[in-house]
Nanobody, 126 residues
Framework: QVHLVESGGGSVQAGGSLRLVCTASGDTSNIFWLAWFRQAPGKAREGVAAFYTLGKKTYYAHSVRGRFTISQDDAKNTLYLEMNNLEPDDTGAYSC???????????????????WGQGTQVTVSS
């Protein structure tokens, strides 16, 4: 089992920045895919960014590319999401997810992830 806990959410004005943190515990030795998803009120959950730990490869949704950066501190079993130039459309509940293996083309698809955190709220006001 893998346990994920997110932190770092909050309320900011448009143009501001936040850094989300996801701490993993449990049996993480076989986890090679980590990702951030978000869900806005009344909308489906969408993949924001993913990280492949073996190759240190990153994947981003088009809507956040150039503004968000996903990274990992392997020693601390921690995943980060640095969010800059935030927009009101970035508002939502952000969750981290983990999965042992998946195809790169599925990196931002929630159905392919087994382990999920409870989420942290991000609110961006205009």
């Amino acid at each position: 089992q893998v346990h994920l806990v997110e932190s770092g959410g909050g309320s900011v004005q448009a143009g501001g920045s936040l850094r989300l943190v996801c701490t993993a515990s449990g049996d993480t030795s076989n986890i090679f895919w980590l990702a951030w998803f978000r869900q806005a009120p009344g909308k489906a959950r969408e993949g924001v960014a993913a990280f492949y730990t073996l190759g240190k490869k990153t994947y981003y949704a088009h809507s956040v590319r150039g503004r968000f950066t996903i990274s990992q501190d392997d020693a601390k079993n921690t995943l980060y999401l640095e969010m800059n130039n935030l927009e009101p459309d970035d508002t939502g509940a952000y969750s981290c997810a983990a999965e042992p293996a998946l195809a790169p083309g599925d990196a931002l698809r929630e159905t392919y992830y087994t382990y999920w955190g409870q989420g942290t709220q991000v609110t961006v006001s205009s």
